[in-house]
């Protein structure tokens, strides 16, 4: 087995850490509940969600990572004493890899997004035929295999060049390469007439909008938004050197996150604005990330002309940086798993990795098209990965990561990592653990029930 690497910098490893948080829920999907929801009211019950729910799980995975230096399944095995608390690691490398099968489709969607912009595809489209277009293509048996086999060896490239020479070199490159784009686009869209209306629709509260399931979808958001619970936040963490600062690394990888998602709404709604689309007919998701959008912004910036197509380019390469970003996270997670436990080299792990997810993620993509007969309540087979994932793997691993970080973890080892031996304060040990301890896992619980339909079933028998 090869030597194990560590992060060569600080910066590498914040960098490497947000590449994993932010992925496409922050530009296809927190934009639009944003809206809404409130507008800044929901913001700001975000912001809280972040705190009390987010940054708990998150540290605890950083901690568990960096005490053992070790994959996520190894990791709790040594803090857990090999108790049965250890399938909460193995939970977290499955729902890695289980995601990073139907993530892939859609990261590829995006290269071929970028390309069709590129190509100026979208000049003179009529609006109802954008909905055809995305269609087409994710029912075609080759395109988009084509694409996804392209976007599976830029991950697996990556990832063969090891920690410090792969994924944090990568992270300094596409992570300041992503914020540059964001605030390109932000510009453009800025400038629009309009723009005031889609800035104000964003950032000013609306309280009247503010519900029960309104908080729920914001500690949903904070959780999903995080990358926790899928075993990259952990699995990074082990490449983290012994001095870093847990607590600071979590609450720049949160900052990060947080921005780049705001400002995705800086980037949609002036130009949703100028078109006088109401805000309440975009859809989130691929409908509006593959259908909504490419409209609006032939619409927003010039029917064919250069700038319509330079927005566009620059905004699915976004989305392709974004997705790459997370999808090799999600890759290292199996790989260092497989390297590790097994003993095998690292880029034997890495083939085997890319191989499974190759095939399930080929199966993924065709469920659009030639496999579309296949069927599970209503749901193709992508949906039905979306759908598990989503609703199952990552409320019960969060919950689990919160109660064994809260309740089974040595809170002298806890406290001893997260003040690094007693060289920095960590004053808030007392509320950190009593936000492990009930508030977590009461608030995934609810996320859970809301998730899965159980809790209006809930409410309704209490009437």
Known sequence: MDSRENFGSKLGAI?????????????????????????AAFIVIYLCCIILLGLPIMISEFLIGRHTHSNTAGAYRIVSNGSPWKWVGRLGVFTGWFILCYYIVVGAWTLHYTYLSAANAFYDVPATEYSNIFTSFTANPW????????????????????????????????????????????????????????????????????????????????????????????????YFETNTKLATTAINVSVIDTIVAIMAGFIIFPSVFNIGMDPNDVQTGASLTFISLPNVFQKAFGNGTFLAATVSVLFYFLLFVAALTSAISLHEVATAYISEEY????????????????????????SFGPLSFIRLNGLNIFDMFDSFSGMILLPVGGFLTAVFAGWVLDQKLY??????????????FKLLIFSLRYVAPLAIGMVFLEQTGLFRKLLDLLR
């Open 15 to 39: 960098l490497a850490a947000a590449g994993s948080a932010v992925g496409l829920g922050n530009v296809w999907r927190f934009p639009i509940i944003t809206g809404q929801n409130g507008g």
């Open 143 to 238: 395109v988009p295999t084509l694409w996804l086999y392209i976007f599976i060896a830029i991950i697996h490239y990556v990832i063969t060049k090891g920690v410090r020479s792969g994924i944090e070199k990568f992270s300094k490159i596409m992570m300041p390469t992503l914020f540059i784009i964001v605030v390109m686009l932000v510009v453009c869209s800025a400038m629009l007439p309009g723009a005031a209306k889609g800035i104000q629709f964003l950032l000013v509260p609306d309280f009247s909008k503010v519900t029960g399931t309104v908080i729920l979808q914001a500690m949903g958001q904070a959780f999903f938004s995080l990358s926790l619970a899928m075993g990259c936040l952990c699995t990074y963490a082990s």
């Open 343 to 366: 003993g095998t080299e690292r880029k034997k792990a890495a083939v085997v990795v890319t191989v499974v997810i190759t095939l399930l993620g080929t199966v993924c993509s065709l």
């Open 415 to 428: 406290k001893d990592e997260l003040s690094n031996h007693g060289e920095i304060k960590a004053s808030y």
